[in-house]
């Protein structure tokens, strides 16, 4: 059974850092695209940072320059690290697991976690 699992969430002050994690229980992991969406309260649901399978990154335009995406294949990890939080990123962040293997799409969503940005 697939599972995602986040962690690393949690009330951090404007100007911090934080570092979210999302282990993968998935077969072929490095093979898969791995992103970071959130969601914060009475909003769509939006991309914070992808990571391609090759590596190559893609980030939300209001997470550019301090947010940074990396995994660990070896590990079946992937990380977000967050550094000079502003209220407005205050989600709940989901990990996402995409691939398109021999023709057919496996798309896997993490339960999510919260982050608060507050003074």
């Known amino acids: 059974q697939v599972q995602l699992v986040e962690s690393g969430g949690g009330l951090e002050q404007p100007g911090g850092s934080l570092r979210l994690s999302c282990a993968a229980s998935?077969?072929?992991?490095?093979?898969?695209?791995v992103g970071w969406y959130r969601q914060a309260p009475g909003k769509q649901r939006e991309l914070v940072a992808r990571?391609?399978?090759?590596?190559?990154?893609e980030y939300g335009d209001a997470v550019k320059g301090r947010f940074t995406i990396s995994r660990d294949n070896a590990r079946n990890t992937v990380y977000l690290r967050m550094s000079s939080l502003k209220p407005e990123d205050t989600a709940v962040y989901f990990c996402?697991?995409?691939?398109?293997?021999?023709?057919?799409?496996?798309?896997?969503w993490g339960q999510g976690t919260q982050v608060t940005v507050s003074s």
């Open positions: 990571i391609t399978r090759a590596g190559s990154t």
């Open positions: 998935i077969t072929f992991f490095p093979l898969y695209a």
């Open positions: 996402n697991c995409f691939a398109t293997l021999l023709a057919k799409q496996y798309d896997y």
